[in-house]
C-alpha cells in the first residue's frame, strides 16, 4: 500500500559536457551502469538534490580517467526530474529487512554451488567501501528473486550513504554523506535539464 514514492525527486548526474549536450537534445540517454560493485546495483545513477556531488564526481572521474569506462574531458552536470515509482528505499524498515533476506539468499546459493562471497573494500586513503561487490551482489540477487517469481520488478533503489571524514572531532557528520538514486525503469526520468545560475536580484524560493 505504501510501496510507491508519489513525489517528484530532482536528480544530478555527472557526465562529460557532450554526453550532457547529447541528452538534452534527445541524441541520446544516459546508460546504466552494469559494473559489479555498483552500490545499489545496476541502475542509471544520479545524486538526489545534489548538483555539487555530481559535478566533484564527474571532476573525480577526469582525474582518474584510468578508471572510468567513459572518458572526460569537460566535467558537467545534467539535472533530471525523477519519479521514483516501486522504490526499493533503503532508508525504509521494510526494505532494509528485504536486503538482509537478500543477502541471506545470496549466502546460500553460493555456499550452495561453492562460490566465494564477493566483498565490499576500501580504495585510496579512506575507510570508505567504494568498491561494493557484496552489496551489488545482494541487490540484484533481489531483483533477480523478484523475476523468478515473477514479482513486480523495482523501478528504482535509493540510499544513503555516509562517506568522507568527519566534519569535526566527534562528528556525527561527514563531509560526504548524501542520497544516491538508481533508476532501473527509464521511465522513471520525466525529463532532463540544463542547469541554470540563479538571479541575485529574487530570492531562491
Known amino acids: 500500500m505504501y510501496s510507491t514514492r508519489p513525489n517528484i525527486v530532482l536528480g544530478f548526474h555527472g557526465c562529460d559536457e557532450s554526453v550532457r549536450d547529447k541528452v538534452i537534445t534527445s541524441k541520446d540517454n544516459l546508460k546504466k551502469s552494469e559494473n559489479d560493485y555498483d552500490w545499489l546495483g545496476n541502475g542509471i545513477y544520479f545524486w538526489e538534490n545534489n548538483p555539487e556531488r555530481a559535478m566533484d564526481y564527474a571532476k573525480y572521474l577526469k582525474k582518474y580517467s584510468y578508471r572510468a569506462k567513459t572518458k572526460i574531458e569537460k566535467p558537467s552536470v545534467i539535472g533530471a526530474v525523477i519519479d521514483l515509482g516501486y522504490c526499493l ?117
Open 89 to 205: 528505499d533503503l532508508m525504509d524498515s521494510k526494505y532494509l529487512k528485504l536486503v538482509k533476506t537478500g543477502y541471506d539468499l545470496l549466502v546460500e546459493t553460493n555456499e550452495r554451488y561453492g562460490y566465494t562471497l564477493p566483498s565490499n573494500r576500501p580504495i585510496g586513503q579512506y575507510n570508505d567501501l567504494l568498491i561494493r561487490k557484496l552489496d551489488c551482489a545482494v541487490i540484484e540477487t533481489i531483483h533477480q528473486f523478484n523475476k523468478t517469481k515473477k514479482l513486480r520488478a523495482f523501478d528504482s533503489v535509493r540510499g544513503v550513504f555516509f562517506e568522507g571524514v568527519d566534519l569535526f572531532p566527534n562528528a556525527g557528520f561527514k563531509e560526504k554523506n548524501h542520497i544516491q538514486i538508481g533508476i532501473r525503469n527509464p521511465n522513471c526520468i520525466k525529463g532532463y535539464f540544463m542547469l541554470r545560475d540563479s538571479d541575485s536580484s529574487y530570492l531562491i524560493p
